[in-house]
């Protein structure tokens, strides 16, 4: 799941090559997204922050924190990364 979530941040990354502030955000975000364990190891508001930052709809980030500290689960992101696909 967290490989889904690289790859919206390498879409927004290209996406805003020429906003400078956004494209620092998203910069720090691909840093942060190398640690497989991150949703382990940071608080569930720097998670809603990040999900947020990657443009996941608000009304489904309750859903998709829990599925990423869910380690049994591994289906309920496919329809995030098909929706940031047609971008």
């Known amino acids: 799941m967290i490989e889904k979530l690289r790859k919206i941040n390498n879409k927004l990354i290209e996406i805003n090559r020429d906003?400078?502030?956004e494209l620092k955000k998203q910069k720090i975000?691909?840093?942060?997204?190398?640690e497989e364990n991150l949703f382990f190891k940071i608080s569930i508001e720097y998670a809603y922050a990040i999900l947020r930052d990657l443009q996941?709809?608000?009304s489904d980030i309750k859903i998709l924190y829990m599925e990423l500290i869910d380690a049994k689960n591994v289906?309920?992101?496919?329809?995030?990364?098909?929706?940031?696909?047609?971008m």
């Open 56 to 58: 996941i709809p608000e």
């Open 19 to 21: 906003n400078d502030a």
């Open 29 to 34: 975000i691909q840093k942060l997204l190398k």
């Open 75 to 86: 289906n309920i992101y496919n329809k995030y990364s098909n929706q940031q696909e047609k």
